[in-house]
């Protein structure tokens, strides 16, 4: 008896042994790969990704994720031995919900570092975050003045906002003036008037632009006879382009933040009969913005980087066959940019440090790129990116660095009326 109950304890034993073994095997192949015999494990990094995936800019986070995708598949998401993750984080356009969302993948997905950030005002927040968990963000496009002021108030608790990849909006507006006072003196055009009427976005950008705006244009001789605001989601512009049409200025000028809003203001200036000449900050932000506002936009002004080199061309082709829209210069083209100077970056972490890892991608930040000695001249859409002591946390201006020309559309296209060395034509004026 003694010897069948111990050839069944056996047999039971050897049983629970079999079947921990293939749950073992089961689990391992559901979860990470095992480590092949002979090779050394994987490393992976993981970079969160900050967009507004939902929301009406929704446009633009489609437009990061594709060119983040291009960027990282032109070196099969390597950096010397690290594979490389990105977390998709939803800004949703809300400054609390891009906090929590920053929060939880430092927390849960550990995240080495974050990049982009589309709105100032989500910026603005998300500074304090990337302080308390010492989590680098790199190359976030908000550009308001507010965030170098928070960055100059403690340079040493806020340099974990590694750069800006969108001056302050003053250091780029004042091409506009600079445009149109140009044609006045070439006797391009002789406006009715010298006043300008402002509108704008109630958002840290638009805070930001539209006085700048209002300051540039006095300081160029013109009078500025108002300034309107909208809130963003907004689509309904009767009331405030019969306003600004009583005005009776030559300018109008201003921005609006999201595409619905933006072709909706456009679009309802020429059925009010609006005749001043419309400056619209941001109108070609998102690559499909003509489908939205048709030939309503011809002689609308903007400010845009332009798909000029070979290697734009390219990728702006390339974007289009993989993902069947097109994509904007300032949002797909500025977003790959953006990814390819952090693989830099981080390439140059591992070199110079020996990994990659929170610690030494703040530390390439602050040593390296806030200093100047880490530049970016492989981009598609400027010449260089380069950040010094005196601009940081802005990048430097400049024709051969970071600029963009003023542009007058007709038909979708944008023509460069600014500056005279890039200048394709010239400033037209609608009869």
Avoid at 33 to 50: D, N, R, S, W
Wanted: one cysteine or more.
């Amino acid at each position: 008896m003694w010897r069948y109950q111990k050839h069944s304890i056996w047999a039971v034993c050897i049983l629970m042994l079999v079947i921990s073994l293939v749950v073992t095997a089961s689990g391992c192949s559901r979860g990470q790969k095992t480590q092949e015999v002979g090779k050394p494990a994987e490393k992976v990094v993981k970079i969160g990704a900050l967009a507004p995936l939902t929301g009406p800019s929704a446009r633009v986070g489609d437009e990061f994720k594709g060119a983040v995708t291009l960027a990282l598949e032109e070196v099969g998401s390597k950096v010397g031995p690290y594979k490389v993750e990105v977390v998709w984080l939803d800004t949703e356009g809300d400054p609390e919900k891009a906090c929590r969302a920053l929060e939880t993948a430092i927390v849960r997905e550990n995240i080495v570092c974050s990049f982009l950030v589309w709105f100032s005002h989500e910026a603005v927040a998300l500074m304090d975050v990337a302080a308390k968990y010492k989590v680098p963000n790199f190359f976030g496009f908000g550009a308001t003045r507010v965030v170098n002021e928070k960055y100059q108030s403690d340079p040493e608790k806020y340099s974990y906002w590694v750069g800006k990849f969108w001056p302050t909006p003053s250091k780029l507006a004042v091409g506009y003036v600079k445009a149109l006072n140009e044609a006045i003196e070439q006797g391009l055009w002789t406006p009715k008037n010298r006043k300008v009427a402002l509108y704008g976005a109630d958002t840290d950008w638009g805070r930001d632009l539209i006085p700048s705006l209002g300051k540039l244009f006095q300081e160029g001789g013109w009078q500025v006879v108002t300034q309107e605001w909208v809130t963003v989601g907004e689509t309904e512009f009767y009331p405030l382009l019969k306003k600004l049409k009583d005005f009776d200025a030559a300018v109008v000028a201003g921005f609006i933040a999201d595409p619905p809003g933006v072709s909706s203001f456009i679009k309802q200036s020429r059925q009010v009969g609006l005749k001043s000449l419309i400056i619209c900050d941001g109108l070609g932000w998102v690559g499909d913005w003509y489908k939205l506002t048709g030939e309503a936009s011809d002689y609308v002004l903007d400010q845009q980087p332009q798909w000029t080199t070979e290697r734009a061309l390219k990728f702006k082709e390339a974007f289009q066959q993989k993902f069947g829209f097109e994509p904007g210069p300032s949002t797909a083209g500025l977003a790959y940019d953006s990814a390819k100077f952090l693989l830099k970056v981080m390439d140059e972490a591992l070199k110079r440090y020996g990994d990659i890892s929170r610690e030494t991608l703040a530390k390439a930040g602050k040593e390296l790129v806030a200093t100047g000695q880490l530049t970016f001249t492989e981009g598609i859409m400027m010449k260089c990116y380069k950040y010094t002591p005196e601009t940081f946390p802005d990048p430097v201006i400049g024709e051969d660095y970071y600029m963009f020309p003023v542009i007058q559309y007709f038909g979708g296209k944008g023509t460069i009326i600014w500056p005279k060395a890039w200048q394709q034509g010239q400033l037209r004026v609608r009869e």
